[in-house]
């Protein structure tokens, strides 16, 4: 069976909430795609969001990270659901100076996120500046997040909650 069609089976457990045998096939499909660079880190893609779903974030984090590696092999939009997801990990676990660097790294090229991604990515991390007390960082993040026009009424309030909170705290400094 090829490394896509292992694959395949692992996405179609997954999609069934079936996590534990997905993730075993999942494992299954790394084996034999070693000489498959888009089959293989698609599934550590697929297996980093099981570990993800489960809290597990360290193994998560390794998943992702494969994926941030080998930035060089695999197609872009894979390596910033990466970063994206990575930094979620990373958040989760309060390293925030962690889950800013990959949101930085998101940022590099904005033209490569789309639109809504971009516009989230500023959002998160404004709040992981906020989390790190980096306040006047945070207020230009969540000020570029607002100046777009691409905004949902909850992400704005949110963004201007947030922005409120760094401008007085940064007062309070």
Known sequence: ????????????????GRLHEALQQYDRTIAAAQDEVRWQVLTYYYRGMVHYRWQQYEQAIA??????????????????QALLMRAECYGAREEYAAAVADYTAMLSDPAALPAP????????????????EEYDLA??????????GDLGSAELERAQDLLEKCEQNRQGQ
């Open 1 to 16: 069976m090829s490394a896509e069609e292992l694959l395949n089976q692992g996405i179609e457990l997954h999609t069934q």
């Open 63 to 80: 998943d992702f990270s494969v994926i941030v590696d080998r930035h060089d092999e695999v197609a872009a939009d894979v390596v910033i």
């Open 117 to 132: 991604l971009l516009t989230d990515t500023l959002l998160f991390r404004g709040g992981a500046y906020e989390r790190l």
């Open 139 to 148: 207020i230009k993040d969540l000020q570029a997040f607002l100046n777009r």
